[in-house]
């Protein structure tokens, strides 16, 4: 079944710093993979997501990940945190072809000034 | 904007009670979802529909139900068999076959 993994609950970066997620996951097929940010008491929104092609995504508000096949990584790196983005990022992976996902825990992340 | 609206967005329920949660949709996206969240836990589906008048279970169906006479509106009911109905739920949204999800602000359910 297809899952995925994220470390580290609450995650500090210092304002200016690498911002570093990450999300390992396991699948039967070649995967669908997404990152959401959630704002607390908000919906979640999309930051990026990979499905085929380039393995490098790009996506909103200067975040990026790279899909990486043989480490079934992808995870998510912004070079310099800035106050906005304390949020909670969710990494998923698409279960079939119905649409259904499968979410990490979420990873907190706080912003220090 | 096309987008999705639940409401309400806060919901207080006194135990044994049934409470029904609205969500809707003007994207015309054929599917729908149902999740649940607990901090901490990630998001869990409850259910989902590909289409009008069919749905199926997700992952913790168990004391919850509902229905899709529209294509614009997948209500949920919160029932009172539901162990632990304090939680908060995000209805979401999607074409057929993209993988991504379009998601609702939520809705917060308060037992009391």
């Known amino acids: 079944a297809q899952s995925v993994t994220q470390l580290g609950s609450h995650v500090s970066v210092s304002e200016g710093a690498l911002v570093l997620l990450r999300c390992n996951y396991s699948s039967s097929v070649p995967p669908y993979l997404f990152w959401y940010v959630q704002y607390p008491n908000q919906g979640l929104q999309l930051l990026l997501k990979y499905t085929t092609g380039a393995t490098l995504v790009k996506g909103i508000n200067g975040f990026e990940a790279e899909f990486k096949k043989s480490e079934t990584s992808f995870h998510l790196t912004k070079p310099s945190a800035h106050m906005s983005d304390a949020a909670e990022y969710f990494c998923?992976?698409?279960?079939?072809?119905?649409?259904?996902?499968?979410f990490g825990k979420g990873n907190q992340v706080v912003v220090i000034p | 904007d096309g987008g999705i609206t639940q409401s309400p967005k806060y919901l207080f329920r006194k135990e044994g009670q049934n409470v029904t949660l609205s969500c809707e949709q003007n994207?015309?996206?054929?599917?729908m979802y149902w999740y649940r969240q607990d901090p901490g836990q990630g998001l869990r589906l409850i259910y989902y529909s590909q289409i009008v008048n069919d749905f199926q279970k997700g992952d913790i169906a168990e004391g919850y139900s509902v229905s899709r006479e529209k294509k614009e509106s997948f209500p949920l009911t919160v029932t009172s068999a539901q162990k632990n109905p304090t939680a908060f739920y995000l209805c979401?949204?999607?074409?057929?076959?993209?993988?991504?999800?379009?998601f609702g602000e939520g809705s917060r359910l308060t037992v009391l």
């Open positions: 994207l015309n996206h054929d599917a």
């Open positions: 998923a992976v698409r279960r079939d072809g119905n649409n259904r996902l499968a």
């Open positions: 979401a949204s999607s074409r057929t076959n993209t993988g991504e999800l379009f």
